[in-house]
């Protein structure tokens, strides 16, 4: 009797050995590849799927923001919902023509905030629009999500080990152990809609991420 393993004809034992040292030789090169660039994967599977997954990508040019949890989970998020002077909103990147949100990798959470331009930094105002800048939310300390928020200074704040940010001076360390500002996002207003105008102004992550 015949059994049915769901593998070809051409996938016997004598097959599988050659196949398996092409697959090898395949990610071994791609792997190096990545390590000449930087990267660090903390399994060869975790590199491919950061390599071929639109989720964990980094936000491209032209993305929209999304809630990222909560009732209005996958909505876009307009200045409208960003209440003048802060808090802070949380959001993720979304590619709008493939509806992908890529939440896929923590480093890709994002704070929107808005302000009166003139309260901020030439620099900063430079990366914001209509009043809108957006952060990284990793704590470049040690990685925690920069999730409260200073009302009286109107500075984001890491509860793990204290560090404030100065979201109106390209989120500036105030105080506290980060050693680096926050990466910056910079924005854009397409057609009305709040979008990504390009990469990140610096590594995401803390200190050993
Ligand atoms: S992780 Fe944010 S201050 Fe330490």
Request: charged residues 20%; glycine residues 10%; proline residues 9%.
């Amino acid at each position: 009797m015949g059994l049915a393993d769901g593998t070809s004809s051409d996938d016997s034992p004598r097959r599988r050995p050659r196949d398996s040292r092409e697959r090898t030789q395949g990610r071994r090169a791609f792997l190096t590849a990545a390590l000449g660039l930087g990267l660090c994967f903390s399994s060869p599977e975790g590199a491919f799927a950061l390599a071929d997954d639109p989720r964990t990508a980094r936000p491209r040019v032209g993305d929209v923001f999304v809630f990222p949890f909560g009732e209005r989970e996958g909505q876009i998020v307009t200045p409208a919902d960003l209440p003048l002077g802060g808090p802070q909103q949380q959001a993720y990147p979304m590619d709008p023509s493939a509806k992908v949100v890529r939440n896929g990798s923590a480093l890709n959470l994002v704070l929107l905030i808005r302000f009166d331009p003139a309260e901020m930094t030439d620099e900063t105002r430079a990366l914001a629009a209509d009043g809108v800048v957006a952060y990284s939310a990793v704590c470049t300390h040690q990685g925690c999500p920069v999730s409260m928020w200073q009302a009286q200074a109107k500075n984001l704040f890491c509860a793990c080990h204290a560090t404030q940010f100065d979201p109106r001076d390209h989120a500036r360390v105030v105080d506290g152990p980060a050693p680096r500002r926050l990466p910056m996002l910079p924005v854009r207003m397409t057609n009305g809609v709040l979008t990504v105008a390009g990469e990140f102004t610096g590594r995401v992550g803390g200190e050993r991420l």
